[in-house]
């Protein structure tokens, strides 16, 4: 008996949050469930293309000097990747075969067998060419890759972060790849390669990285936070070093943090509130099989209550 009430008071628990969950708050919650870790959740700021080269590549940003001349993306085109190799033409007169290096399963660098000299080459592709343009430019990997800022000018769900690109940086940022750690977490990819968003001001090219401040997974809390950013660049080494920035996020206005709770109520948890929301929708589910099971045990059926008689 006390483990079925204990049953139809989740159940009620559960119910009661589906039925009106604007009565649930993180405020209004006693449970003390641990916050789900912050999830970026993916790619933000640029898209990939499923068969193509990197975003900077296909927009005319050039690479320095040397064999590396492109992330190349094929999910979307795997015989291609399955060949290992892809036409090039250009300044060097004889076609050549530039090589497909698997960086994951589905990205690859596209590497020349020796360095090329400085021009504009065609890679061709079956849906058409795109062009690789190599600078006269040989800079090595500089040990800090730029320098990360924050630069969210008012309290907003979007943090804004510029990264000031000197000229090595600028150089190797079509063979670039960001991943964050937030607060000690676990390494999330922020920007993949070769796909910061560049913009130019009067202070120079900086790179332009967002971050929302509330996922599915979870929100970041007012107060101090700190960034790790790493980058990695295909086919040079050593890494950079990572960079790490103190930043502060504000309070949400109280009509922006009723807007965030509707929204989590309807697309996911905000922080602090998943594990016991999802406590909520297994007792609902448990109280509901429990009750139907009892149905079943009560009820007679005509058949064996004629064979009684």
């Known amino acids: 008996m006390l483990g079925r009430l204990a049953l139809a008071s989740i159940a009620l628990a559960g119910a009661t949050w589906v039925a009106g969950c604007e009565s649930l708050s993180a405020d209004s919650i006693t449970l003390n469930f641990e916050a789900p870790d912050y999830q970026l959740g993916g790619q933000t700021g640029s898209l990939i293309p499923g068969c193509g080269v990197a975003p900077l590549s296909a927009e005319g940003q050039s690479v320095p000097v040397g064999r590396s001349l492109a992330v190349f993306y094929a999910q979307d085109c795997p015989e291609l990747a399955a060949e290992g190799r892809l036409p090039l033409s250009g300044v060097v007169g004889d076609a050549q075969q530039l090589e497909l290096v698997p960086i994951t399963d589905t990205t690859y660098l596209l590497q020349s067998a020796q360095s090329l000299p400085a021009g504009d080459y065609q890679l061709e592709l079956p849906a058409g060419g795109s062009e690789l343009r190599v600078t006269d430019a040989e800079p090595a990997v500089?040990?800090?890759?730029?320098?990360?800022?924050?630069a969210t000018a008012e309290c907003s769900e979007v943090l804004r972060f510029t990264l000031a690109l000197d000229d090595a940086a600028l150089a190797l940022a079509p063979l670039a790849r960001f991943e964050l750690r937030m607060d000690g977490g676990a390494p999330q990819l922020w920007v993949d390669y070769g796909a910061l968003r560049i913009e130019q001001d009067a202070a120079g090219e900086r790179g332009v990285l967002e971050l929302p401040r509330c996922?599915?997974?979870?929100?970041?809390?007012?107060?101090?936070?700190?960034?790790?950013?790493?980058?990695?660049?295909?086919?040079?080494?050593?890494a950079p070093e990572p960079s790490l920035l103190d930043f502060d996020v504000c309070p949400l206005p109280e009509s922006d943090q009723e807007g965030v709770s509707e929204k989590s109520c309807a697309l996911g948890a905000p922080r602090g509130t998943h594990s016991t929301?999802?406590?909520?929708?297994?007792?609902?589910l448990l109280g509901l099989g429990w009750r139907r099971r009892s149905q079943r045990a009560h009820s007679v059926d005509p058949l064996e209550e004629s064979d009684r008689t």
């Open 277 to 284: 929301h999802r406590l909520g929708w297994l007792g609902l």
């Open 142 to 150: 500089p040990s800090v890759f730029g320098s990360l800022s924050s």
């Open 215 to 238: 996922t599915a997974q979870g929100c970041l809390s007012d107060g101090s936070h700190q960034l790790e950013l790493r980058v990695s660049v295909a086919g040079q080494s050593p």
